[in-house]
Structures are given as C-alpha cells and as structure tokens.
C-alpha cells in the first residue's frame, strides 16, 4: 500500500452487493431455494456489513419457493382448479393404459392377473406399467392402484383411490373407457 493512499475501514474493503445479489437471486422459482440457502448460510458465517439482513433475505425467497411447491402439491390432491382437474385426468389416463395392459395380459394367458404386480414384469422393460396410485396426492404414502378381479375371473374394477385416500368413496377416480369399448373389456365397476 502505498503511503499516499488513504486508508479505509474494514468494513468498507469488503462490498456486501455480491451477498445481497445471491440474496435476491432466492426468489428465483424452484432454484431460488437452494439459492437462498446458500446466502442463509454466507449470511451466517460472513463478517460483511448487512450479512445478517442478507441472510434474513435469502432465507425468505428460499421459504417462499418452499411454500409455492407445497401450495402447487396441495392444489393437486383439492379444490376444482384446473390443476386439480388435468391432475385427475392423467390418473385416468393412467388407469386407462392399465386397463389395456390387463386386456393384453388376458389376451395372452385366458385370464386377469391375481395382482397389478404381476404387470410390472409381464410386458418386459420397455414397456412398463404404472400401478402406483398417486391419487391420493405425493404426500401420501403411494400404494397400487385398487384392483378386485371377479370371483368368476371374468371381470374386474379398478380405480384410484382419489384425494382422501379411501377406496369406495365419491371422489374415486376411474378410467375414462369409451362406451363403443364398454361391452368388450373385462372391466365392471359396480353399479
């Protein structure tokens, strides 16, 4: 240093922006909260000026983030928003896959499989099939897909169990079968 320069405080040598700036960047949607985990946790452990505030910051945009995907995940499983409603439709397209895969079984085999389980590995690799019922909404434990085949073995029911997590009930959700194939598949729900 030489003599002529002047002499600043310590707390003017190191700038406090880049800290603030990874801050902001905790708002950011869905990277925002590791961004501001990351400022929560330079905040804590740097001597910057304003570092405590810059953390209070980061640790906001990263509890915000937090709070929008279990607000979105919530959505999924409740209420009659759109969301709720496409929700409910890829379950039932799902299902409707399914009730072609079992088709498929029956046609190879003369019968429905005891068990959904039993698909996993009946088409081979490349061609698997989801029997996890998600209806319940990815907060809950998922389990397979509700499915009783008829004591004959001449039919079946299958649905997803539907946001309350309790097969028999009103908000079931059940495959979308067109009418013209009504008649052809093994599928009955009851009445």
Not at 35 to 50: D, F, K, M, N
Not at 102 to 129: F, K, S, W
Not at 152 to 163: A, R, T
């Amino acid at each position: 240093m030489s003599p002529s320069a002047p002499v600043r405080p310590d707390s003017w040598q190191r700038v406090s922006w880049p800290l603030y700036l990874l801050a902001g960047l905790g708002f950011i949607p869905i990277l925002g909260f590791f961004i501001g985990s990351l400022a929560v946790t330079w905040g804590l452990v740097s001597e910057r000026p304003g570092a405590r505030r810059a953390a209070a910051i980061g640790a906001n945009g990263a509890l915000l983030n937090a709070l929008a995907v279990v607000v979105i995940m919530a959505t999924a499983t409740g209420g009659t928003g759109g969301f709720q409603r496409e929700y409910r439709k890829a379950i039932a397209q799902n299902l409707v896959d399914l009730v072609q895969a079992l088709e498929e079984y029956r046609a190879h085999t003369d019968a429905y499989p005891e068990t959904l389980e039993v698909l996993r590995t009946a088409r081979g690799p490349l061609r698997a099939v989801q029997i996890m019922d998600l209806g319940a909404g990815v907060f809950r434990m998922p389990r397979s897909y509700q499915y009783v085949v008829a004591p004959d073995g001449s039919s079946y029911d299958l649905f997803s169990v539907g946001p309350d997590g309790k097969p028999g009930t009103a908000d079931d959700i059940r495959p979308l079968i067109p009418d013209s194939l009504r008649g052809r598949i093994g599928l009955q729900p009851p009445p």
